[in-house]
């Protein structure tokens, strides 16, 4: 805790100066984010480091393996899914960013066969919810037996996994009808901070390229 305040103080004391004009014009005006990013809350991906962003670009969320819920999924703490009707039908985000990693100690307990642990219902019910990922690695990635390539490409599969589940959200469906949102699918290698973009046309990631859209 004694770092967390002394950090505040320094942001205070130090930082705050660079940013003092874009935060007056950002609490006179509200926000108006081009980007809604979802991502893990894994404490190595943070999506305004990786994406050099400053305040007010990215309406940023995080959860446990950066899962996407269908929509008819309606139940009082699916705050992800709140979110993105908000940003979608509220501040009227631009693009949507999907990311995964490599890593994911959620990825890694989806792949595992261990018995759930009673005292961790909601984090099984989540997790859950990323059953067709389970099922998906079964069928089509046989050939991966170590543990951290089967996570590895879960990550990747729960992305695809995620982004066909957004379009469910009527509001993005009718913002994507309209041509004015885009959805992109981002996987990012915590030990090198490379980033990969998915392609739709091939159905695999690749190396990212700032003119991929």
């Known amino acids: 805790m004694q770092q967390l305040i002394e950090g505040v103080h320094k942001f205070r004391l130090e930082d705050f100066g660079h940013y003092r004009e874009l935060f007056q014009r950002l609490s006179k005006k509200g926000q108006n984010p081009h980007s809604l990013f979802i ?5 190595r991906v943070l999506a305004v480091l990786m994406t050099h962003s400053k305040p007010g670009d990215l309406f ?3 959860n446990v393996g950066n899962i996407v819920p269908p929509s008819d999924m309606v139940h009082a703490t699916n705050s992800t899914a709140a979110a993105i009707e908000f940003a979608t039908g509220v501040l009227g985000v631009r693009d949507i960013v999907l990311c995964g990693h490599t890593q994911c100690g959620a990825m890694h307990a989806l792949m595992d066969d261990a018995p759930q642990d009673p005292d961790m219902p909601h984090l099984n019910h989540w997790l859950r919810l990323a059953q067709p990922v389970r099922d998906t690695l079964t069928q ?7 543990l951290e390539d089967r996570a590895t490409a879960a990550a990747g599969e729960n992305v695809r996994f995620g982004l066909k589940n957004l379009r469910t959200y009527p509001t993005v469906a009718k913002r994507l009808a309209e041509g004015s949102l885009q959805l992109h699918g981002w996987m990012f290698k915590i030990a090198t901070a490379e980033v990969f973009a ?3 046309e091939s159905g695999q990631f690749k190396p990212f390229n700032p003119d991929l859209s």
């Open 198 to 200: 998915y392609d739709p």
């Open 39 to 43: 991502t893990c809350a894994d404490s």
């Open 60 to 62: 940023v969320v995080k």
């Open 140 to 146: 089509h990635y046989p050939h991966l037996t170590d």
